[in-house]
């Protein structure tokens, strides 16, 4: 069959299954099971013998031979049985359940993956499938998992804006299902001819996170696997672990990240009534500028420690980062003194699938401590003003940051233009200021804008109801979140 053909018909099942009662996120989770299984058994046979430590009595062949309520009663020991062993088997299945109760739909899907070569299939072909899907799911807003989805056309600028180089490790604290790392794969294989020793290095080397929700982080390995990121006998580099808990003591030369948006860090106890009661939490961390329960400023701090001494980061990080006082104030002083914060890249509404969302990127290189500030200047893009996407009608595309790629100027860094002028062009979307000019600003706020807003000026021209209704929604979104956030 051709690519085509392969996603039109996974696709057809997940159509069917959907009229069935089942989800898109339970449809990947059961077609992640059946896809490791089978190339669990490909890999078993010649030339690869590999044992990846699953019984034969739990094997894709065992699938194959059965139908009906015996197929059902199986696959549910299967998938028990198989979630209590150790490395990547406990990984994958890890607290996991059948989702299609029709044993006859059950045994279709096994059939429709036994037709298919999954080891040999290109990994092209296996990642347009995985990740259309993985898109389908976060779309569901019902399921929540919109926000361990990020904009994928966001994170290629991202990497394009960072270009990581081979036998580099790059890391993710809160990975989600991987799109960091497969946008920094590609770029990595796109923009080197790579020895066999870089190749190596790509594969089981140079990836590393942590995702602590079971069923993302499944997603997650399975995303990489099919990408040609890691084994399938190997311990994985995607840790379960809460990151902010500890500083693991691996610094890494590059983080991309887009940390989990929301409330603060917060434990359930009992009470002394026995009544559960949420308390904020805060991480004791030493190596940590300012101890607080903003789960935001932790993983900026943290993001910070994890990077090698020259290091560069890029971050996604929501508009209180940027204004918020207290420790917030002391997190930015901190950031602009012990590393060179370049770059902030202000981003739009309507891009995220978890509603309301203002957010930005942060880009900064770390560096040795010395007595005077590495910020020299921070650099702005204003991709947020007069700019209006909806994730149906109008969603962001990768040719929409070029422009602010080209400003970035990734290969010359230090030789930037601004296109903001007061008198040529007060509208410039590009303007650097000064260390001094922050330092001077109330709290040292980041929270710039000099653009003005066009819909205010001209009222002749307004945008279309639905895009203003659109604004109005997302706005008010923001404003309950913040609002949560100081409850």
Same mark, same amino acid.
């Given at each position: 069959?051709?690519?085509? %053909?392969?996603?039109?018909?996974? =696709? ?17 989770? %059961? ?109 569901? !807003?019902? $399921? ?61 080397? !140079? ?42 003591? %691996? ?13 603060? $860090? ?11 009661? &949420? ?16 789960? %935001?400023?932790?993983?900026? @701090? ?9 290091? &560069? ?60 500030? =590495? ?30 790629? @080209? ?10 233009? @601004? !296109? ?24 040292? $706020?980041?929270?710039?804008? =000099? ?37």
């Amino acid at each position: 069959m051709t690519t085509s %053909q392969i996603i039109a018909k996974i =696709w057809s099942f997940c159509n069917v299954l959907r009229d069935a009662g089942v989800s898109y996120g339970d449809y990947l989770e %059961q077609l992640t099971y059946l896809i490791f299984l089978k190339m669990a058994d490909e890999y078993a046979k010649p030339p690869y013998n590999r044992d990846v430590g699953i019984p034969a009595k739990y094997n894709w062949q065992s699938l194959k031979t059965k139908r009906g309520a015996e197929l059902e009663g199986h696959y549910i020991e299967l998938l028990r049985e198989l979630g209590q062993k150790k490395g990547m088997l406990a990984h994958i299945f890890i607290k996991s359940q059948n989702k299609i109760q029709d044993p006859a739909m059950l045994s279709r899907v096994i059939d429709m993956i036994d037709n298919e070569a999954w080891v040999t299939m290109g990994a092209d072909v296996k990642g347009d499938i995985y990740e259309g899907l993985l898109e389908k799911n976060a779309e569901d !807003t019902k $399921s929540g998992a919109g926000q361990y989805f990020t904009p994928r056309a966001l994170i290629k600028a991202m990497v394009e804006c960072v270009r990581p180089e081979p036998k580099k490790t790059i890391a993710d604290p809160a990975c989600g299902t991987g799109g960091f790392f497969l946008a920094a794969y590609d770029f990595i294989v796109n923009h080197h001819s790579l020895d066999k020793s870089q190749k190596q290095f790509l594969k089981n080397k !140079t990836f590393y996170g942590n995702e602590i929700v079971p069923n993302t982080r499944r997603l997650c390995l399975m995303n990489m696997l099919l990408h040609n990121i890691g084994e399938i006998d190997i311990e994985p580099t995607i840790s379960p672990n809460d990151s902010l808990a500890a500083d693991t003591g %691996q610094p890494f030369d590059y983080v991309l990240a887009n940390p989990p948006f929301g409330k603060k $860090s917060s434990i359930t106890a009992n009470n002394e009534e026995g009544e559960q009661e &949420k308390d904020d939490f805060t991480y004791n961390r030493q190596d940590f500028w300012v101890t607080t329960s903003n789960k %935001q400023l932790n993983f900026v @701090q943290h993001i910070r420690t994890m990077l090698k001494t020259n290091g &560069k980061a890029a971050v996604v990080v929501p508009d209180n980062v940027l204004f918020e006082g207290g420790a917030g104030e002391t997190l930015r002083k901190k950031l602009l003194q012990n590393t060179d914060l370049h770059t902030i890249l202000r981003l739009p509404t309507g891009i995220f699938y978890a509603h309301g969302v203002k957010a930005n990127v942060l880009f900064f290189d770390n560096k040795p401590a010395r007595k005077d500030p =590495w910020t020299k200047d921070v650099w702005y893009y204003d991709y947020r003003t007069n700019i209006h996407h909806t994730l149906k009608k109008k969603p962001l595309r990768f040719e929409d940051l070029k422009d602010f790629i @080209q400003c970035y100027n990734p290969l010359k860094r230090h030789e930037r233009m @601004q !296109t903001w002028h007061p008198e040529h062009s007060p509208d410039g979307s590009w303007r650097k200021f000064s260390y001094e000019e922050i330092m001077a600003r109330d709290k040292t $706020s980041l929270d710039i804008f =000099w653009q003005k807003d066009k819909s205010l000026l001209d009222l002749d021209n307004l945008p279309e109801p639905d895009e203003l209704a659109s604004t109005i929604a997302e706005n008010l979104e923001a404003a309950l979140n913040s609002f949560r956030l100081l409850m």
